[in-house]
């Protein structure tokens, strides 16, 4: 508990009094408590352990602050979580944190665990000795994985996207290009013509925003239960995409319009 940093918010940790022949006790997570006893206090409660084989009861005597054990995918981090006395219930093998007293690489501190619990006992097997930063690197990386092909989606659409808005925009502006020589015809000056249809893109801009904003919203706050952080970084992202198709509808707009302007009049009434 203490080199992980799992601190105890109500009742004791193990101690040398809980032995093989004492009391069996267990101490719990504050989802363990508020799932079995929600509003009330844990301690003193009984648990009994494997309830289909009439397993032995068990008396809380901690609660503690939640920890994620193993993958933080889904809902793993939601896990409840029990602890059991290694002097009560030795398991035939299983994990132990250390926290080294000074910074030593990987390699020179996976030999000084193996020669010290070599020399506390050789019967002793240690295998599969990593540092928290690489137990933690390959518990995340099916979400660097997932994130890694989202990214590239998200990107690869993105680009479809600003090509295919600004290919519909400026094929629909040079289209008007008689209604442009229409207008020039009839007195409009080069501003105004060009103000029709940059007021056109920004009417377009606004309805993609509200939509695509207000979807993105939704559908980010869908997933957060799933991948944490996801909406810490909406309020960078969605801003940097609505300047970034602003900019483009704009230039859509603009371009086609002011290259049907530099025609004559006379000859954008027979433009095809």
């Known amino acids: 508990f203490e080199v992980l940093e799992v ?55 901690g609660v503690t602050t939640h920890i994620i054990h193993g993958n933080p995918l ?13 002097n009560q219930s030795t398991p035939t093998n299983f994990s132990l944190a250390i926290k080294l007293n000074r910074p030593l690489s990987d390699t020179d501190a996976e030999r000084l665990i193996a020669d010290t619990v070599q020399g506390l006992d050789r019967e002793l097997a240690v295998t599969a000795m990593r540092s928290l930063a690489r137990v933690t690197e ?43 020589g229409i207008r020039r015809a009839l007195g409009s000056s080069n501003r105004k013509v060009l103000w029709v249809f940059l007021r056109e893109g920004a009417l377009y801009l606004l309805w993609g925003t509200v939509i695509g904003g207000v979807s993105a919203v939704l559908i980010s706050g869908a997933l957060a239960g799933y991948f944490n952080n996801i909406l810490t970084f909406l309020p960078l ?19 086609p319009a002011r290259k049907a302007i530099a025609i004559e009049p006379g000859d954008a009434l027979h433009y095809e």
Do not use: C
């Open 7 to 61: 601190s105890l918010v109500e009742g004791r940790y193990f101690d040398e009094s809980d032995s093989f022949n004492s009391l069996p006790v267990v101490i719990i997570n504050e989802r363990f408590s508020e799932s079995l006893w929600p509003g009330q206090s844990a301690l003193g409660k009984r648990i009994q352990i494997n309830p289909e084989t009439e397993g032995e009861w068990h008396t809380v005597v």
């Open 74 to 86: 889904g809902n793993y981090d939601q896990n409840p979580t029990l602890y059991r006395s290694l």
């Open 138 to 180: 390959m518990s995340m990386q099916g979400m660097d994985l997932i994130a890694k092909f989202s990214i590239a989606f998200a990107l690869g659409t993105f680009v479809l996207a600003i090509v295919g808005v600004y290919g519909n925009i400026s094929r629909a502006v040079s289209q008007r290009t008689n209604e442009i």
């Open 237 to 255: 992202i969605v801003p940097a995409v609505i300047a970034t198709i602003a900019i483009l509808v704009l230039l859509a707009s603009y371009l």
